[in-house]
């Protein structure tokens, strides 16, 4: 078990400002969820129990000796388990410099928690928050009744956050979907009033096991475009800063200044776990990630630069919406003419004057 929990990752040394193989560990906190998001890579078949605190510790106490110093917290949803703030706790006097966590904040709502795990030694938050209204949330989360909570604990986490003074970073993952699609620019004016200084725009990567589910959810780039226009131009007006992930430069055209954020996830199979089940499903994923170009892609102007779409999205959508940006190719290398570079350290923190 200890080995589908710990496992490097090459995954955290992108999502961890300044973090680089083989510093980071990515930790699965728990097997359970409290929500069923359309986009989870982890699948109800891979559901199951948490392991015991002592497997865990151990493994923290293995990868710290192997010289680690980073470590990632998720889960399905790391927060369900009782247990997170002592073992980050444990984590930290052991050593881990960095612990970032990963939730979808329901569990935030409890009076204390956050403070209580940024007290233990978490470094830097992700929160994965997706919808601007209950019936929105319901949509993506595939649960009923999770959207005041959600709300409520990361403004929670928030208010932790600006308590504990600098040093905690805070920012939001929006997976792009179907379901929320249209209202991307209203998730983050919702951020935005909850005192969120960075948030990321991902569009929607394959699932684990069940590229049907995918394809029911995912939605095309060319319908992504306008209503990812207005959000960035929202984040912009206010100072925010932010990341577009997966989308290549050639949909975002009209909004070049966007270019340097573009960021694109290729899981990779070094950070393959160990049990079977979950390898087997992790593989499935790395397969359908594969970036691919089709050969229109070889007179744009980005062609070093991005690695492509999902294999299996341009499997099923075809060439036809990929548009080759002309120009040189030279300059486009860090992002297009006029850009500016933009640095992962870069986090803002929350309840700032942006
Ligand atoms: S290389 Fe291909 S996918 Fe990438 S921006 Fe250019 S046309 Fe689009």
């Given amino acids: 078990m200890v080995a589908a929990s710990l496992r490097r990752s090459s995954r955290t040394s ?20 409290n929500n069923r998001c359309r986009m989870c890579i982890a699948p109800d078949a891979l559901r199951g129990t948490d392991c015991s605190g002592a497997i865990l510790r151990h493994g923290l106490l293995r990868h710290r000796a192997r010289g680690f110093t980073a470590l990632e917290i998720s889960g399905f949803e790391s927060l369900v388990r009782p247990d ?5 706790r444990f984590a930290r006097d052991a050593g881990y410099e960095r612990i970032h966590v990963i939730t979808n904040a329901r569990e935030l709502a409890r009076p204390g928690l956050a403070a209580k795990l940024i007290a233990a030694g978490t470094t830097s938050f992700t929160i994965s928050f997706h919808a601007s209204t209950a019936r929105m949330e319901e949509a993506v989360s595939g649960v009923r009744g999770g959207f005041e909570g959600k709300v409520r604990g990361l403004g929670n986490l928030v208010r932790a956050v600006v308590a504990a003074g600098s040093g905690v970073l805070l920012r939001a993952n929006v997976v792009i979907l179907r379901e929320n699609h249209r209202s991307l620019r209203s998730v983050c004016r919702l951020l935005h009033g909850l005192g969120l200084r960075e948030v990321h725009l991902c569009f929607m990567s394959p699932l684990s096991s069940d590229l049907g589910r995918y394809f029911a959810h995912v939605v095309r780039y060319s319908r992504v475009g306008a209503p990812l226009r207005a959000a960035l131009q929202y984040l912009r007006d206010r100072g925010m800063d932010y990341r577009v992930v997966n989308v290549p430069h050639c949909r975002l055209r009209e909004f070049p200044e966007a270019w340097p954020r573009i960021r694109h996830e290729a899981p990779s199979l070094r950070g393959a776990p160990t049990i079977p089940r979950v390898r087997e499903a ?59 570079r933009v640095q992962d350290r870069s986090w803002r923190e929350p309840g700032g004057s942006a």
Avoid: H, M
């Fill in 14 to 33: 992108r999502a961890l400002p300044g973090v680089s193989e083989p510093q980071a560990v990515a930790l699965l906190l728990s097997e359970r969820c």
């Fill in 282 to 340: 992790f593989y499935r994923f790395v397969r359908a990630s594969q970036k691919v170009k089709p050969a229109t892609c070889a007179s744009c102007r980005f062609t070093g630069a991005c690695p492509g779409v999902d294999d299996c999205y341009l499997d099923r959508f075809g060439p036809g919406e990929l548009r080759p940006i002309r120009g040189s190719a030279r300059r486009s290398s860090r992002g297009g003419a006029g850009s500016q």
């Fill in 84 to 88: 997170a703030p002592e073992l980050i």
